[in-house]
């Protein structure tokens, strides 16, 4: 049987126990601590169901921990329980780029500066071969 992001709230993976569910997609995120660090925690929702998908969630888990980039979050855990593979990435306590761009404008050489950004952090995440 599937769980359900709401079955997931008080699990814990690595140590790190979820609190609340960011978004609900494919491969949902959540809010989890671990010892007063707060982290964003990615779960393959695929359980054993699925291999190839449970192949792609350690991949891309092990690719991004490979990362180091002053514009990419950093990968601070990772594994394999119960039959999902969970990613955790600091959790930088900003708000996101859509969260801005809710309350303000952006003018051009802000919104320029923010792309430049945004595309190199993608740059390094291709430079290890990770895809987003």
């Known amino acids: ?16 126990k979820i609190s609340s569910c ?50 990419a979050a950093t990968v601070v855990g990772r594994g394999q329980e119960r039959g999902f593979h969970w990613l955790a990435i600091e959790s930088t306590g900003y708000p996101t780029l859509a969260d801005l761009m809710a309350t303000r404008k952006m003018g051009v050489d802000e919104a320029v500066a923010v792309a430049m950004q945004i595309v190199a952090a993608l740059r390094a995440a291709h430079a290890v071969e990770l895809l987003h």
Not at 49 to 56: C, G, H, S, V
Request: a negative charge; one cysteine or more.
């Open 22 to 71: 960011l978004t609900a997609g494919r491969d949902p995120v959540f809010v989890a601590d671990r010892d007063g660090q707060q982290v964003e925690l990615i779960l393959s929702r695929r359980g054993d169901a699925e291999p190839a998908d449970q192949e792609r969630c350690a991949r891309r888990a092990q690719l991004a921990s490979q990362m180091d980039h002053p514009n």
């Open 1 to 16: 049987m599937m769980m359900t992001t709401d079955d997931m709230l008080g699990q814990s993976f690595g140590g790190f």
